[in-house]
């Protein structure tokens, strides 16, 4: 499989406590040339790379993502919750993120996963930051969020992100600008693969972690499946 078929999912969270630099750097270590990662909104507007809308499941803490300052975020540890060799490592800024991207030579596609209630100020935060680096791209499941993140960053890349192709797809696709589509590799048929596939726009699959059914994807005219162990997919 070449490298530009496969995506690193929140890094390579397979291998390393997920959304953090140390998952990042696996990414890299393991020949990736994109990565994917989730991005919330702390209370102070603060960009973080999370997925969850609250803390418990990756730092033991307690309560909710938009709740919490950039200050306390930073201070919790995202690692022991993996593994006791990532104890101490952060919940990192999207700058951080992609600082440590742009050194490793990385692509990035920062998920905007918006925290309910701000969905359109964290699509226009993660455009703008994006923006400012001149490459990487975003996507989201929010329609609210990518039509924020168009109007203020259009030169941004966006990606449709869905579950199952809905039937008006492409009409909702075409009017929030999204070159991409990323679905979930469950509900993806041939049919379904096709139907994207001529239109022009590109299209990623998640997540895939079996290298023959990453290998089925991609022959049959997906882009590049996204994996939480993408070494296997890679040597597939
Ligand atoms: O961006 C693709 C994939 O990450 C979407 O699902 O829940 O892992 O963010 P999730
Ligand atoms: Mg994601």
């Not at 020949?31 to 989730?38: A, N, R």
Request: hydrophobic fraction near 45%; charged fraction near 20%; include cysteine.
């Amino acid at each position: 499989m070449q490298p530009t078929s496969v995506i690193g999912h929140r890094g390579a969270c397979g291998y390393a406590p997920e959304n953090t630099l140390a998952s990042i750097e696996t990414a890299a270590r393991l020949g990736l040339l994109v990565v994917e990662f989730d991005v919330k909104l702390a209370a102070d507007g603060t960009p973080f790379v999370i997925h969850d809308d609250t803390l418990e499941r990756t730092t033991g803490a307690s309560g909710s993502v938009a709740e919490a300052t950039a200050e306390e975020l930073a201070a919790l540890d995202a690692g022991s919750w993996f593994d006791d060799a990532f104890a101490g490592e952060p919940i990192p800024t999207l700058g951080a993120v992609l600082d440590r991207c742009d050194a490793l030579g990385l692509e990035a596609i920062c998920e905007i996963k918006p925290c309910p209630g701000v969905e359109s100020e964290t699509g226009r935060v993660v455009a703008r930051a994006v923006a400012e680096r001149g490459r990487h791209s975003v996507s989201s499941f929010s329609t609210t969020t990518l039509g924020a993140a168009l109007a203020a960053a259009p030169d941004v890349p966006r990606a449709l992100l869905v579950v199952i192709l809905p039937g008006r797809w492409d009409s909702v696709a075409r009017e929030l600008k999204c070159e991409s589509v990323h679905v979930w590799a469950g509900s993806l048929t041939v049919a379904a693969i096709d139907s994207v596939k001529n239109t022009g726009r590109s299209l990623c699959a998640y997540t895939v972690n079996d290298p023959e059914r990453a290998r089925f994807l991609v022959e049959t005219g997906v882009d590049a499946v996204f994996s939480d162990r993408p070494d296997r997919v890679l040597a597939s």
